[in-house]
């Protein structure tokens, strides 16, 4: 879904949500560095994030979407859809350049600044330039493995990270179960 520099993979399985992203910073054909932290525990550790885009960008975003969740009391499809129409609204965040991948373990929501709330068709979602790549692989895995979505969600980043030059190996994964 179009940013360059990073991807960043949400996959259910069995009750349970990882998101993964990778650690490459870009600015143009350079790395910057390639160890950053682009995943995120919010309330805590009961919501997991990531993001892609501009990276002060994404700490503004962080910060709004915690102010919601805190708001609301966890509730995270209030939060997302507030977030999304304050996102919109606000002449200041309407110019962030990012996405979002949110869960609380039970749903999992891509955010834009378009104001788009989406849940994914399948147990998989993904963001940034290599997302695409990341999204097949963790179908595939979905579809004809036994694994646990903290190793789909790995594996699916190595394969984009094999194939998209804006995304490596230096991989975070964050899990989450979600609540019954």
Not at 148 to 158: D, G, M, N, R, Y
């Amino acid at each position: 879904m179009g940013f360059k520099g990073t991807t960043i993979l949400a996959v259910r399985r069995n009750g349970r949500v990882a998101i993964a992203g990778d650690g490459q910073v870009t600015a143009g054909d350079a790395v910057m560095k390639g160890n950053a932290r682009k995943i995120r525990r919010m309330l805590d550790g009961k919501i997991v994030s990531g993001f892609a885009g501009a990276t002060a960008d994404a700490f503004t975003l962080s910060e709004v979407i915690e102010k919601h969740l805190k708001k609301y009391n966890g509730d995270l499809t209030r939060a997302a859809v507030e977030m999304a129409k304050e996102w919109r609204i606000d002449r200041n965040l309407r110019r962030l350049d990012a996405m979002i991948l949110i869960t609380d373990g039970n749903k999992i929501f891509l955010i834009s600044g378009v104001g788009d709330v989406l849940e994914p068709e399948y147990d998989a979602i993904a963001i940034g330039s290599g997302g695409n790549f990341a999204y097949a692989a963790a179908r595939a895995y979905l579809e004809s493995s036994d694994l646990s979505a903290v190793e789909i969600a790995k594996k699916s980043l190595e394969i984009a990270a094999d194939i998209c030059i804006y995304t490596n190996r230096s991989i975070l994964v964050e899990e989450v179960q979600g609540t019954v």
